[in-house]
C-alpha cells in the first residue's frame, strides 16, 4: 500500500510524476471545496507536499491529523505554521542548499540589470528608440558598494559573486558571525546610508517583518537602488512604491513581492524597476534537486529514517 498525502498546489513535473508514482497523491488545489475534498482523506493520510507560497496552515494540520510530515518545496518555510507542526508533532523539512547558487545568481542578474540598464536597454532598441538617440548612461558596479540584509547561505553566496565584479561588501543581520570576511554593519539603517545597493537576502516571517522600513529606503536614498531575492513580506512594500514615486529612492529590482502573483500596478510604469515573477530558483536543474529533496524527505519519513533536511 502507498502512502498517501495531500499535495497543496502544482510542482515541478517531473517531482508531481515521482510523487505520483510512490504516493497516492490528493491534489487540494483541485478541490472545489477543500473542507469536503479533505473530511474524508483525514483518517488515511499521512503527509503534505506543499510549497513554499502555499505553506500549510493549523487549519490544514488540523484537518489532516494524521499527516505528521509536511515536505516543502522551498527554503523558506514562512508559510508554514511551524508553532502549529511543533505543538501537533508535526515533522517539517525544506530544501535548502541546492537552490542557492541559482538564487544568489538572480541576486547578482539584478544588480548588473539595474545598474547597467539591460531591461531599459532591450526596451530601447525594441521601441525604435536607438534610431532616434542614444539610452542614457548606467552605473559602474565594480568599486561600488553592496550591502546584504542576512547573511546566510545565499547572501554569502551573493558576496563570493560580488567580490569577483569587485564590489565593496557590507552585511547587517540578528548577529556578527566572527568567520566571515565582509564588514558587519550593526545598524540596518547605517549601512543602507552607505551602500549604493541593497540586496534582501533574510527569511521571510514575522520576525523580519517590514525591516526594509520607510527609513531603511529612505536611508538608501536616491542613488541607492533596493533587490529583493528573499521575501516581499521583508519590505515595506507601500513605502517601496512611495518613495519610487517621489523619487526619493534611485531604483529597484524585485523578485519577491507582499501578495504574489498580485504587483502594484504602479511599479509598472517605472523605468528605474525590474520586475520578476519570483523565479529565483527556477532553473531546472535547481528545481528537480528541490522536487528530490521534497519526495526524498518524504520516503524517510515513512521509512522511518532520519530526514534529510528537517526544519522541525
Ligand atoms: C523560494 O522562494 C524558496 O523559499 O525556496
Redesign the pocket.
Known amino acids: 500500500m502507498k502512502p498517501e498525502i495531500v499535495l497543496t498546489g502544482p510542482m515541478y513535473p517531473d517531482t508531481m510524476r515521482q510523487l505520483d508514482e510512490k504516493f497516492t497523491v490528493h491534489r487540494l488545489w483541485q478541490a472545489p471545496d477543500k473542507k469536503a475534498f479533505l473530511a474524508p482523506l483525514a483518517p488515511r493520510v499521512r503527509g503534505i507536499a506543499t510549497t513554499?507560497?502555499i505553506g500549510a496552515d493549523a487549519a490544514l494540520m488540523d484537518a489532516l491529523p494524521n499527516a505528521k510530515i509536511i515536505s516543502?518545496?522551498?527554503?523558506?518555510?514562512?508559510a508554514v505554521d511551524l508553532e502549529a507542526a511543533k505543538a501537533r508533532g508535526v515533522r517539517v523539512t525544506?530544501?535548502p542548499d541546492v537552490?542557492t547558487d541559482c538564487?544568489a545568481d538572480l541576486a547578482i542578474a539584478l544588480v548588473l540589470a539595474s545598474a547597467r540598464l539591460v531591461v531599459r536597454g532591450d526596451r530601447f532598441v525594441r521601441a525604435g528608440k536607438w534610431l532616434e538617440g542614444q539610452l542614457e548612461y548606467g552605473r559602474k558596479i565594480g568599486g561600488s558598494k553592496l550591502g546584504i540584509l542576512g547573511l546566510g547561505r545565499i547572501g554569502a553566496a551573493i558576496a563570493e559573486r560580488a567580490e569577483a565584479f569587485k564590489m565593496e561588501i557590507l552585511w547587517h543581520g540578528p548577529r556578527p558571525k566572527p568567520a566571515v570576511r565582509w564588514r558587519y554593519v550593526p545598524d540596518l539603517i547605517a549601512m543602507a546610508r552607505e551602500v549604493d545597493f541593497l540586496v534582501v537576502a533574510s527569511p521571510?516571517g514575522a520576525a523580519t517583518r517590514h525591516l526594509v522600513s520607510r527609513a531603511v529606503m529612505e536611508a538608501l536614498g536616491p542613488e541607492g537602488t533596493l533587490v529583493n531575492?528573499?521575501?516581499g513580506s521583508v519590505v515595506d512594500e507601500r513605502a517601496l512604491v512611495e518613495l519610487l514615486e517621489a523619487k526619493k529612492l534611485g531604483a529597484a529590482a524585485l523578485d519577491?513581492f507582499e501578495n504574489e502573483p498580485h504587483v502594484p500596478e504602479a511599479l509598472f510604469r517605472m523605468e528605474n524597476v525590474i520586475l520578476q515573477p519570483?523565479q529565483?530558483?527556477a532553473t531546472h536543474a535547481t528545481r528537480a534537486a528541490?522536487g528530490q529533496l521534497v519526495v526524498d524527505n518524504l520516503e524517510a519519513f515513512f521509512a522511518g529514517r532520519p530526514l534529510l533536511t528537517p526544519v522541525v
Open positions: 513554499g507560497g516543502c518545496f522551498a527554503v523558506g518555510v514562512d525544506n530544501t537552490l538564487v521571510g531575492i528573499a521575501r519577491v519570483h529565483g530558483s528541490m
